[in-house]
């Protein structure tokens, strides 16, 4: 058939839309008719939480969703329902069951847009002799929903379970039976929340949400997790503000080193959620091109509240937490730091220049320090502040009151 004959629709036209924007967009507008998602996190992470929401915002728009629960009675699945505020949904159905005939067969009897199975470790086909959650199960299992989808055009949402690791045999083996993987992830510890997709067939995977999980459930955090006053902040040695951008969005996240005593040749380097290569890096163009000693020093960097820093124009901004950190001193209140470094210690433009600066002074930042090539073009209203190298940028690093 001629390409120009397929009707061209899909993926564009119908999307059933949560009404969760942070979701929404990482699906790349809501769901796909007939497609299949699985949305893989950590027990406990919120899974059940979001699914729930976001089942609960289509039956809302007036979608119908079919939520299968095979962990939870229907009557827990009720009570969180209750505490989330979306008991009264008339056109959200639940169906607690594991096995998979009685479950496609309810599916069909119901005939939602979408329908959510939570989890698909726990379901099995009765004509097969392996445990649920064995892999033939799984790989039998998903693609019987695979096939429903298709061909009833009914939207299928697979909650997978997965280990700290990722590395369950279960969802990993399912990722290519699916159009879209999405990974929740966060710290149980802590309240924020990242959904990001690992394979979309119908969109970028480029984007990222960020949620808050409280007890009403998930909250939408579209400016991640630098509080409402951040710019105010007095500084911290260690700690410098960048604008990252995620996908379409630009967001303020919060880079953190540490420097602490290490043994000569055993010095550990440490990074959570910044990239472990350019943190390397970094360290030694300090010791190069600043004549910072950090051999026999241990460096600890991290990004706040899960959004992965991973971008070359995060490098200044790391650089400045390590260099501010080994010697305790601060940015100036207020100021944030956007660049590239490179192996010659030199300070290099950073792509979407403007954009980032723009988030920065919306988020109340008064002064940026910025690559030299860079610094006649941002945008008025934030004073821009040129370094040709990493020399230069330091010098703007100043010791910081002691009750710090
Ligand atoms: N009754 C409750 N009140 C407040 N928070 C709750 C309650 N029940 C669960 N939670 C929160 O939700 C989290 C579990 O979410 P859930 O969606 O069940 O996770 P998953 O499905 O990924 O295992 C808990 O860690 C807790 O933070
Ligand atoms: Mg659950």
Do not use: W
Request: contains cysteine; hydrophobic residues 45%; charged residues 20%.
């Amino acid at each position: 058939m001629p390409v120009s004959e397929i009707a061209g629709n899909e993926g564009t036209a119908a999307r059933i839309a949560s009404g969760i924007g942070e979701l929404d967009r990482v699906l790349g507008g809501g769901l796909v008719p007939g497609s299949t998602v699985l949305i893989g996190g950590e027990p406990g992470i919120g899974k059940s939480t979001l699914l729930l929401q976001a089942a609960g915002g289509m039956a809302a728009a007036g979608s119908r969703v079919l939520y299968v629960s095979s962990e939870e009675s229907a009557e827990q699945v009720r009570l969180r329902a209750d505490r989330l505020g979306l008991a009264e949904q008339a056109e959200l159905f639940v169906l607690s069951d594991t096995n998979l005939a009685r479950i496609v067969e309810q599916t069909r009897r119901v005939s939602p847009s979408a329908v959510a199975i939570d989890s698909i470790q726990m379901v099995y086909l009765g004509d097969m002799a392996a445990p649920p959650g064995s892999v033939t199960q799984l790989r039998r299992c998903a693609s019987d929903l695979v096939f429903l989808a298709k061909a009833t055009g009914i939207a299928v949402v697979l909650v997978g379970h997965v280990t700290k690791d990722g590395q369950l045999a279960g969802p990993r083996l399912l990722e290519h039976v699916v159009d879209v993987v999405l990974g929740f992830e966060g710290d149980r510890s802590h309240a924020h929340r990242v959904v990001r997709a690992i394979k979309n067939r119908f969109g970028t995977t480029l984007e990222i949400g960020l949620f808050e999980m409280g007890g009403e459930g998930l909250a939408e955090r579209p400016e991640g997790a630098l509080g409402a006053l951040a710019a105010g902040h007095a500084s911290r040695p260690g700690s410098v503000v960048c604008p990252v951008v995620h996908g379409t969005r630009c967001m303020l996240v919060e880079v953190q080193a540490l420097t602490a005593t290490g043994f000569l040749g055993a010095a550990k380097r440490k990074a959570s959620g910044v990239d472990s290569n350019r943190l390397a890096m970094l360290i030694a163009v300090l010791e190069q091109h600043a004549g910072m000693r950090l051999a026999d020093r241990d460096v600890f960097a991290s990004s706040v509240g899960g959004v992965r820093v991973a971008e070359p124009a995060s490098d200044l901004a790391l650089l400045l937490a390590i260099a501010g950190s080994e010697r305790r001193r601060g940015l100036p209140t207020g100021t944030c730091a956007v660049g590239e470094v490179g192996l010659g210690g030199e300070v290099r433009a950073a792509a979407h220049f403007e954009q980032r600066l723009r988030e920065a002074m919306r988020r109340g930042f008064a002064c940026a320090i910025v690559p030299r090539e860079s610094a006649g073009a941002g945008p008025s209203g934030i004073s821009l502040i040129g370094v040709r190298d990493v020399g230069q940028a330091l010098e703007h690093l100043s010791e910081t009151p002691a009750s710090l």
